[in-house]
């Protein structure tokens, strides 16, 4: 009887094992292919980037373009971090897997707000930016927006309003490795 009870501990434990392992590859397997999504969105991105300005200074809509049935609104660049990835107009789960997306706001109006997964060739590493860091966003326009990065947080999942009605000018963030929380990125003009 003791011998049956062990030979199932030993089992149950491998299977843990097996399926730890597994979904361990299956992240790497996201975040590899969400590495290449972005790079070649960034090809297709860049040679979109029309450098004509808007007659209207007073237009807070930011210039959207379609690339491959997705909507892009420009580039984040992260030179601490050695990132350059595009950025979605519209926030989904979907959409997430691809490249980060704007979760709300404008460049235009100094709210913009984008959410990307914790994958290390996306957000997985805004956790180790630190105050003074600087941060570029470029829109479809052409019109580069510099940020310094002012702190480096770690929120409740609940904590939606300290995200958007946050009164920062730029605001990254994305999941922890536990999902439990959220680390958020706060920026003003440089």
């Known amino acids: 009887m003791k011998r049956n009870v062990a030979?199932?501990?030993i089992a149950i434990g491998v299977l843990a094992v097996f399926l730890a392992t597994a979904l361990w590859g299956y992240n790497l397997y996201e975040s590899e292919r969400a590495k290449n999504s972005a790079q070649d969105?960034?090809?297709?991105?860049?040679r979109q980037v029309d450098p004509q300005k808007e007659d209207d200074p007073f237009n807070e809509k930011m210039?959207?373009?379609?690339?491959?049935?997705?909507?892009y609104i420009g580039y984040l660049s992260v030179p601490t971090l050695n990132l350059e990835l595009p950025v979605m107009s519209t926030y989904d789960y979907s959409r997430l897997k691809l490249a980060p997306?704007?979760?709300?706001?404008?460049?235009?109006?100094?709210?913009?707000?984008?959410?990307?997964h914790n994958y290390k060739h996306?957000?997985?590493y805004i956790g180790k930016l630190a105050a003074g860091d600087t941060i570029l966003f470029t829109d479809m326009e052409?019109?580069?927006?510099?940020?310094?990065v002012t702190a480096v947080e770690v929120i409740p999942p609940t904590a939606v309003d300290q995200v958007k009605d946050s009164g920062d000018a730029l605001?990254?963030?994305t999941c922890n490795y536990s999902g439990n929380k959220r680390v958020v990125v706060r920026c003003v003009y440089a």
């Open 122 to 124: 996306h957000f997985g």
């Open 7 to 9: 030979i199932a501990l």
């Open 63 to 71: 210039k959207v373009v379609d690339i491959d049935s997705y909507g």
């Open 171 to 173: 605001v990254l963030y």
């Open 41 to 46: 969105l960034m090809q297709s991105l860049l």
């Open 142 to 148: 052409g019109t580069i927006y510099r940020y310094r």
């Open 101 to 116: 997306c704007r979760y709300y706001g404008s460049a235009k109006s100094d709210n913009l707000v984008i959410a990307a």
